[in-house]
């Protein structure tokens, strides 16, 4: 049975199974016998079995507190564009003065360092259960037929 065709008005019998003149290609599957309410020569591809995993945590760790570098001796500065005269109680900062963009220069915060604290913790990992019934191989369905003498 590698998919050869038939000639359907010499073997009627095959042609009630096998319709269109064409045998099926077993080629890398195998015969199953059918279950009730199944039909005959009915293809199946193969399935794994229903199972899943172990191993649905992951280990805590404790990665503590973490620090930036201490060297935070510095000024920021913005490009402003005020019209000479032009004042505000606004701002902690040194204007060079005149009607062309100025540049405003910030405070300096000296030498500091930023931490943050991550700790213990863990991540959770789900693995879902995958599969069908039974394993089986790519297959199709057949009557076993058994002579009994």
């Not at 309410?37 to 229903?50: R, T």
């Not at 109680?89 to 204007?95: E, P």
């Not at 405070?107 to 019934?133: C, D, E, K, R």
Request: aromatic content about 8%; glycine content about 16%.
């Amino acid at each position: 049975m590698k998919g050869q065709a038939f000639d359907t008005d010499l073997y009627p019998q095959t042609a009630a199974i096998y319709p269109d003149g064409t045998l099926p290609d077993m080629r890398g599957r195998g015969l199953i016998g059918k279950e009730d309410g199944e039909i005959v020569a009915s293809f199946a591809e193969g399935q794994v079995k229903s199972h899943g995993h172990a191993g649905s945590t992951v280990s805590s760790t404790n990665l503590g507190t973490k620090y930036t570098s201490t060297n935070g001796n510095h000024r920021h500065y913005t490009r402003g564009g005020y019209q000479g005269g032009y004042t505000s109680s606004y701002h902690n900062a040194d204007a060079a003065g005149g009607s062309h963009g100025n540049v405003l220069y910030g405070n300096t915060t000296g030498n500091h360092n930023h931490s943050v604290a991550i700790g213990t913790h863990g991540h959770s990992v789900t693995i879902a259960t995958f599969g069908a019934s039974k394993n089986t191989i790519d297959h199709l369905k057949c009557n076993w037929i058994v002579r009994l003498a």
